[in-house]
């Protein structure tokens, strides 16, 4: 029997941003739970009840060490009853049934298998789901017209699920630094997203573009997917232009939490490096990766291979390894932002993540503050002005935030 006054009560302040949240925690178990129901919410298109969830996953993320007993829950924020019983079930029989029941449902299998296509949302989802198709076959087989994203994502399905590992985001990172430098001296490449928060792996990888000159990187991103093209790094691409200065969203506060940064969508082409084969028959080509000699005359004549399931040149086999079912490249989902170096500051904040820190930052700025933050800028609303900022740090203090470093918001 616990005897009550000895359980030590847990206190955590109410918003993620104020937390230092490590990818590390000591409540996996139950975190984990609740994040399940969070995507089976976002997954039926009920965001509010997702976003409930995902923040009392965050509540016991954050928490100093394993719960034990209800009675330490007592007073945290976030923890409505519907999570509480989720989690005494979870201590008391080791599971939750409605985890448990979610996880078997053939709805969320059904909406976790389409919606795992690229380019394929829970409304989508739900749509062909009462058109009776429940798997990539079925869809396959429906005749339904799939946009150019989606049916890139189900040409990759396999590749675009194997997690990015760092190696692969840093490979990836050169290619991509040396595009940008080719069409933009000086022009500055950095990781975002989950890799910056320090995690090993990623759905995709995050880069942010910019110039230390105001205005260079205008016109920018175009030239760097043409020549990401011309090397054939690319399997599909789509580029939307930064719609910002043209948006009458009124002050930092575009009408969706989308940013309008010009943004390209791609799915890379990253040869793989074969340690065995590379050591022996590797050289260092001109674009940086290991190619073996005597296969291919060049690796950007194996890169535009415009059909990439068969061997890029006459002898190509000897290293694609077809014959033995393995390929020497996979697919990659890369995600590239610019930004004008005045709104760098934002624009690195806001695609650091995780997207629930990003969303607690938001919500602390307006209701706490009367502020407006975007990935673009910070408004005060009652100053009636723009809140400059060079660093995230100065974005931090405006807020009236504890700095957190990026390792930190694994919220
Ligand atoms: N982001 C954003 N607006 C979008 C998409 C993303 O502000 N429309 C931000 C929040 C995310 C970050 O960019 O944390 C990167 O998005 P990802 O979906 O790639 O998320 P992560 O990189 O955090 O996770 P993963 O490791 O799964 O890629
Ligand atoms: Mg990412």
């Given amino acids: 029997l616990v005897d009550e006054t000895e359980v030590e009560v847990f206190s955590v302040p109410s918003y993620a941003c104020q937390r230092r949240t ?13 994040s399940l129901l969070a995507e089976n919410a976002e997954l039926e298109d009920e ?15 954050a928490l100093p060490k394993p719960v034990t007993s209800m009675m330490q829950l007592r007073g945290l924020p976030c923890l409505g009853d519907h999570c509480l019983r989720v989690i005494k079930d979870i201590l008391e029989t080791g599971t939750s049934s409605e985890v448990e029941a979610t996880k078997q449902s053939e709805r969320y299998k059904a ?5 795992g296509i690229f380019g394929v949302g829970a409304k989508t989802a739900a749509r062909w789901i ?3 198709i429940h798997t990539l076959q079925q869809l396959r087989d429906s005749g339904h017209t799939l946009n150019r994203a989606q049916q890139a994502g189900l040409e990759h399905y396999e590749d675009l699920h194997q997690q990015v590992t760092k190696a692969e985001a840093d490979t990836i990172g050169e290619i991509v630094e040396r595009a940008v430098v080719s069409v933009l001296p000086g ?10 928060r320090g995690k090993l792996t990623g759905h995709d990888v995050d880069f942010l573009i910019t110039h230390p000159v105001e205005g260079r990187e205008e016109g920018l991103m175009p030239k760097v997917v043409s020549w990401l093209e011309s090397q054939g790094f690319l399997l599909y691409q789509k580029t939307t232009r930064n719609s910002y200065l043209e948006s009458n969203d009124g002050p930092a506060r575009p009408a969706s939490n989308i940013d309008r940064f010009e943004r390209c969508l791609s799915i890379f082409k990253l040869i793989k490096e074969d340690k ?8 260092l080509s001109e674009n940086g990766l290991e190619t073996p000699e005597d296969t291919c005359s060049s690796l950007t004549h194996v890169q535009t291979d415009p059909n990439p399931a068969t061997p890029s040149c006459a002898k190509g086999q000897i290293h694609s390894g077809e014959d033995t ?24 904040l806001g695609w650091t993540g995780s997207k629930l820190f990003e969303r607690e930052l938001r919500r602390w700025a307006g209701y706490e503050k009367a502020m407006s933050l975007s990935s673009h800028a910070l408004y005060d609303n009652n100053q009636s002005r723009y809140l400059r900022a060079t660093s995230e740090e100065e974005i931090f203090a405006h807020l009236g ?3 957190i470093p990026p390792s930190e918001r694994n919220a």
Avoid at 24 to 34: F, G, P
Avoid at 111 to 115: E, F, Y
Avoid at 187 to 196: I, M
Avoid at 331 to 338: I, K
């Fill in 187 to 196: 022009a500055q490449v950095v990781l975002t997203g989950g890799f910056r």
């Fill in 276 to 283: 065995h084969e590379t050591k022996q028959l590797g050289k």
């Fill in 22 to 34: 490590t990818l590390d925690n000591h409540n996996n178990v139950l975190a984990h739970a609740l």
């Fill in 47 to 61: 965001d509010g009840r997702g976003v409930a969830f995902r923040r009392a996953a965050a509540v016991l993320k």
């Fill in 111 to 115: 909406l976790k298998v389409l919606t």
């Fill in 401 to 403: 935030l504890e700095y």
């Fill in 325 to 348: 079912g393995h390929r020497l490249w996979r697919a990659v989902r890369v995600d590239l932002v610019v930004s004008p170096i005045s709104q760098f500051a934002f624009a690195l």
């Fill in 130 to 132: 009462r058109d009776g």
